[in-house]
């Protein structure tokens, strides 16, 4: 099999599982194009703080969808089931710890977090 060459956006995913590898969270892709989007919520809210969030805000589901389903056939992710919800979550493999502590050793500061401009759909004026 012809092996993938992995740019900065499948770093992005690597490092995004990494951090929550780390933490004991293992993510579905929602969860990850929520954190790669910036989306706050119940879900994300203890991982704002992470390098990668909020660092692919243009990006759709599908897209973070297709990034993801590539680095899993090629090594770079496993999958671990849960029994209570009875889903596989992402999880990294040797491959992908090695390719992502490999990015980190060469970027001191990878990523920068971009912020959405939110404007206010309701606002109060008195």
Same mark, same amino acid.
């Given at each position: ?13 690597? +490092?995004? +599982? ?8 293992? #993510? ?6 929520? +954190? ?9 809210? #203890? ?13 759709? =589901? ?28 992402? =999880? ?12 980190? =050793?060469?970027?001191?500061? #990878? ?8 404007? #206010?759909?309701?606002?109060? +004026?008195?």
């Amino acid at each position: 099999m012809k092996e993938v060459k992995l740019n900065q956006t499948y770093y992005k995913v690597l +490092i995004t +599982i990494k951090a929550l590898n780390d933490l004991h969270y293992y #993510p579905l892709n929602e969860g990850i194009y929520k +954190i790669l989007v910036g989306v706050v919520d119940e879900d994300t809210k #203890p991982f704002v703080d992470l390098d990668c969030f909020g660092t692919l805000i243009s990006f759709t =589901s599908k897209k973070v969808c297709r990034l993801t389903m590539m680095l899993y056939r090629y090594g770079y992710l496993g999958r671990v089931f849960d029994t209570q919800t009875k889903k596989l979550y992402f =999880s990294l493999t040797d491959k992908g710890l090695a390719a992502t502590e490999s990015f980190l =050793s060469k970027h001191k500061k #990878p990523f920068a977090r971009r912020n959405k401009n939110v404007t #206010p759909t309701i606002v109060k +004026i008195d």
